[in-house]
């Protein structure tokens, strides 16, 4: 079975981990600009991971045969820091330009501050110009009244409800987002937000209609297998493998394809992998024999 992982952070990951996707049946991925552990000081510090993240990044998992796409924004962690905000608003247009770049995101709240509200609104107004879809973060603390919060400003921005995904539900939120047209993301990890037994059970529920799963992984305790060990479980409990499929290949795939720069069939063969490229005289073999890799 094929698999598009559609929130994974690999910029933070071991190469290693990218062959491992790829024996997994991961085809594509996408990487959500994000929060990097503790805070940028300038915007150039931006400037050089967005264009890891469209240079670099997308040259390694082309590697194993993996395609990549990313989406940009100022994460609401940052938002909050004056340094950077404004600055990072001002460039991101040009990064939404991007053939790699297949919305905007991540966005939204977590500290649930007015400033990540401001900046939240003012980054659906970029997705709207650039007729983008839009990947929000939600809160992890007090979640329920941050993703009525989210819901409230994108109802305020009248941002169109199917180009947007609400990123780390649960059980809880599921209830609010179910009947509003939008899409809703589940993280899976090994120890908090969901777990594989509870995205089974909510399957069983609800189906998975305008349902994505992810592992979200990073640089803090997490599992970039956990799409495919959450694919186990699914077969295991009897979900019909066309479900399944759409869960976790038609569905990411359809909501990105939104805007206009990725699709199924150009994700149906493996991105050309070829070990002894180089991005800017660099290759992922460091100085390793390709034939022996």
Request: aromatic share 8%; proline share 5%.
């Amino acid at each position: 079975m094929l698999i598009f992982e559609p929130h994974i952070h690999m910029f933070s990951r071991i190469t290693d981990d990218y062959e491992r996707l790829a024996l997994a049946g991961v085809r594509g991925v996408l990487e959500p600009a994000f929060w990097l552990g503790q805070n940028r000081t300038s915007v150039g510090t931006f400037v050089d991971y967005f264009e890891t993240l469209i240079g670099w990044e997308r040259h390694r998992a082309q590697q194993f045969g993996i395609h990549h796409f990313c989406t940009m924004g100022l994460n609401p962690r940052e938002a909050n820091d004056d340094r950077v905000n404004k600055d990072v608003l001002a460039i991101l247009p040009r990064y939404c330009e991007k053939d790699s770049c297949v919305g905007v995101g991540e966005i939204g709240l977590d500290d649930q501050t007015k400033t990540e509200e401001k900046f939240m609104a003012e980054q659906l107004e970029l997705a709207k110009r650039h007729d983008l879809p839009v990947l929000v973060h939600t809160p992890h603390r007090d979640k329920k009244k941050g993703f009525e919060r989210c819901i409230a400003i994108v109802k305020e921005q009248n941002f169109p409800m199917q180009k947007l995904l609400l990123d780390h539900g649960n059980e809880e939120t599921i209830k609010i987002t179910r009947d509003l047209g939008c899409w809703s993301g589940f993280s899976i990890y090994p120890n908090t937000k969901m777990d594989p037994a509870r995205m089974v059970a909510i399957v069983l529920e609800y189906g998975v209609e305008r349902f994505v799963i992810n592992s979200a992984a990073d640089w803090g305790v997490s599992d970039p297998m956990m799409v495919p060990r959450t694919v186990v479980k699914l077969e295991q409990a009897g979900v019909p493998r066309s479900k399944i499929e759409q869960l976790v290949w038609k569905n990411p795939i359809g909501f990105f394809a939104q805007s206009g720069r990725i699709s199924e069939q150009m994700l149906q063969q493996p991105a050309r992998a070829n070990l002894r490229e180089t991005f800017d005289g660099n290759s992922v073999l460091r100085g390793q024999d390709p034939d022996r890799v």
